[in-house]
């Protein structure tokens, strides 16, 4: 059984827009809260942080290559995360893919989901 799933990906042309979803139940029982964040792997390449919020403080951060173009959102029952991403650009092109942490208490708490892929053609 996932404990994590991503939704949303798909092909764009540069210029457009697409929202990622994760989805996790794993921390129902987490009162000390989630880290989530999205991380993306081009072919050939290693994998490279996006962008990240903290449920307990609702900090989010972004890469550098992203900032101004993706927003991390997240629902109030921690169960769910979004990357709204807009003006795509074919560097963008990568596979997605969400990683949540516990905190606190359910530090051991740690999972990948499987990966949502992103194309955007020029």
């Known amino acids: 059984q996932e404990q994590v799933a991503e939704s949303g990906g798909g092909s764009v042309q540069a210029g457009g827009s697409l929202r990622l979803s994760c989805e996790s139940h794993a921390y129902t029982y987490c009162e000390d809260g989630v880290r989530w964040s999205w991380w993306r792997q081009r072919p050939g390449q290693e994998r490279e942080f996006v962008s990240e919020?903290?449920?307990?403080?609702?900090?989010?951060t972004y890469a550098d290559s992203v900032k101004g173009r993706f927003a991390i959102s997240r629902d109030n029952s921690d169960t769910k995360v979004y990357l709204q991403m807009d003006n795509l650009d074919p560097a963008d092109t990568a596979m997605y893919y969400c990683?949540?942490?516990?905190?606190?208490?359910?530090?051991?708490?740690?999972?990948w989901g499987q990966g949502t892929q992103v194309t955007v053609s020029s």
């Open positions: 919020v903290d449920s307990t403080t609702d900090v989010r």
């Open positions: 990683h949540t942490e516990g905190i606190g208490l359910c530090f051991s708490l740690d999972y």
